[in-house]
């Protein structure tokens, strides 16, 4: 009886996720901001009406949820497009990096923050969404040079995201610059190894009872492994989903649709993700944030635009693209909340206040983040462009 609940509560959230899908067609919105905030009018800081606790699923939900995302992104890097995008995706992510990082830590400095203070929030904010971003391009079907960077630049980010926000803990923390830089290099090649570990058998076994496309039992189980094997090493998942992703895109030349099942298979699991994550979230801490809140949201758009354009023209991509590139790159979500949560965990004198920061901007973000990626990629004119899904192409 006590897996009642549950199994009734997320078979009408996949329901209600149909329905949404296709109010989100009538109303051009994104299908991952009304999920949002179908969570947050359900949740706890409104009718309070979910009949289990979002907190206590998300974590498993969310884990299983961006691997997902994380492999399938790992499979937009394969070689042929690195060879055509690959100074571009570099360009953007460092500059991108780099500007948002220093404007963020001199920005909320100016306006009052503690410098510590400063540079966690800094450090948080370099942290970004793929799942929702990729959730965007498959929604309206964007395909081209600026969407081929975007998906490379969310693919890489988190490491660069890892190692700053390791550093800046290193500063402000009880463990040192040498600890910190340490653990931020410890779990990227650390994931970056699993990764490799778990790609390279199964780019040569997988794909082999169904020839040219590895079976739904072989995905998830990929997936699984990955997101498991992660948890269990204490590093990464997403980077080691992403680095899985990468070398059987490269390796296993036998695949024809190497990631179609994870396809079929991550949608039911992102629509539980969206919904619960906005449940999770305290509507409170938006004004408990007040204008340090704003500052946050203000700085981090600058710092996003202003990195995209420079990283766009140093890696080669028309001005026109090169100015947009920023206005992409604004979903935050999970992972920036994860951030929030270590910091709250080193520095406790200033726990109350990141975690309202982030937990704030993160819904504004989540919610405004998709709809500018929507309408960024369609005035770059690159939406519609993706070819059909294998299982969408009339058979007979």
Not at 22 to 34: C, E, F, K, M
Request: with cysteine; aromatic share 6%.
């Amino acid at each position: 009886m006590e897996l009642a609940t549950p199994l009734v509560t997320f078979g009408l959230l996949l329901l209600v996720g149909l329905a949404l899908d296709a109010l989100g067609r009538l109303t051009r919105l994104p299908r991952i901001t009304l999920l949002v905030l179908f969570g947050l009018v359900i949740g706890p800081s409104a009718l309070d009406i979910l009949p289990v606790s979002a907190e206590g699923w998300l974590d498993t939900i969310s884990v299983l949820a961006l691997t997902m995302i994380a492999f399938l992104l790992g499979g937009e890097l394969a070689w042929a497009s690195l060879r055509t995008h690959g100074r571009a995706i570099l360009a953007v992510s460092l500059s991108v990096m780099t500007v948002s990082f220093a404007v963020m830590a001199a920005g909320l400095t100016f306006a009052g923050a503690p410098p510590v203070l400063a540079l966690l929030l800094a450090g948080i904010a370099l942290a970004t969404d793929p799942a929702a971003t990729r959730e965007v391009v498959r929604e309206i079907r964007a395909d081209g040079p600026a969407t081929t960077t975007l998906l490379g630049v969310v693919a890489i980010d988190d490491a660069w995201g890892v190692i700053v926000f390791s550093v800046v803990l290193g500063f402000v923390g009880p463990g040192g610059i040498v600890d910190g830089l340490g653990d931020g290099l410890v779990e990227v090649f650390g994931a970056i190894g699993l990764g490799l570990a778990i790609g390279l058998p199964a780019a040569l076994l997988t794909g082999r009872v169904r020839p040219g496309e590895p079976t739904l039992a072989e995905a998830l189980g990929l997936v699984l492994l990955c997101a498991g094997m992660s948890l269990w090493l204490e590093i990464s998942f997403l980077l080691t989903g992403m680095t899985t992703g990468a070398v059987i895109v490269n390796l296993a030349r036998h695949h024809n649709f190497a990631f179609h099942e994870i396809e079929h298979i991550s949608g039911p699991v992102l629509v539980l993700f969206f919904v619960l994550a906005g449940a999770a979230v305290d509507l409170s801490s938006v004004i408990i944030a007040g204008p340090l809140g704003l500052a946050f949201l203000l700085l981090r758009l600058g710092g996003r635009v202003g990195g995209g354009w420079l990283g766009g023209r140093l890696g080669g991509m028309p001005d026109s693209q090169a100015r947009m590139m920023g206005l992409t790159l604004l979903p935050q979500a999970g992972v920036a909340l994860g951030m929030a949560l270590v910091a709250s965990v080193a520095v406790p004198e200033h726990a109350v206040t990141v975690t309202a920061v982030t937990v704030a901007t993160t819904v504004v973000f989540e919610l405004l983040g998709p709809i500018v990626t929507r309408l960024t990629l369609i005035r770059l004119g690159e939406a519609g462009r993706a070819r059909p899904e294998p299982s969408d192409t009339p058979t007979g």
